[in-house]
DNA sequence: GCCAACGTTGGC
DNA sequence: GCCAACGTTGGC
């Protein structure tokens, strides 16, 4: 089981409207690194849920990995501000995942506060101008994570 | 609103 | 393939 961060403005897509809905498909992902690690997801993987563009920044809750290699609805419709005229059904370029909400921690894991507690390599979301909206966590990290955030709260 | 980081695009 | 211009993300 590997460990996830994913960033989602809270005015756009909070944990308030994930705990809401109980399952979300993450699409408008348009970047490749990004979309490279969903495909390396497996159902099972957890994910930090991280406010991003808030004030503050930081991790609020945890999700769960249910399904993978879905494909991105959002790049066919020219409607969306995620359309991409590049895809095509036969040929899609963007993929998602669906999570399901795990829960809320108890208090926010600033950003500010994961500077002080992690290095640029144990965390990489603390690299200052980082804009990747999904990036791995190393199990280890994960658990420091956990015992610095406590139980989620359903 | 500004700026750093960095991905993407297009001319050559 | 190189690189300048441009766009986007996201912190502050």
Redesign the pocket.
């Known amino acids: 089981m590997a460990w996830w961060l994913m ?1 989602s ?1 809270p005015e756009v897509y909070g944990i308030d409207h994930l705990a809401a809905e109980g399952t979300t498909l993450w699409d408008g992902i ?4 990004a979309r490279n690690f969903m495909r390396a997801m497996a159902p099972g993987d957890q994910a930090f849920f991280y406010h ?3 004030s ?2 930081g991790i609020v809750g945890l999700m769960e990995v249910i399904e993978t290699g879905l494909v991105d609805p959002s790049q066919f419709d020219p409607a969306s501000k995620y359309h991409d005229p590049r895809s095509s059904r036969d040929n899609p370029r963007w993929d998602c995942v669906r999570l399901a909400y795990r829960g809320r921690f108890s208090r926010l894991l600033s ?2 506060e994961l500077r002080r507690t992690y290095s640029v390599d144990e965390l990489t979301v603390v ?5 990747l ?1 999904i990036l791995p966590v190393a199990e280890p990290i994960a658990e420091r994570l956990l015992l610095q955030l406590g139980p989620v709260q359903p």
């Open positions: 960033k403005e348009r970047n490749y690194q991003s563009n808030a503050p920044p950003l500010e690299r200052q101008g980082n804009r909206s």
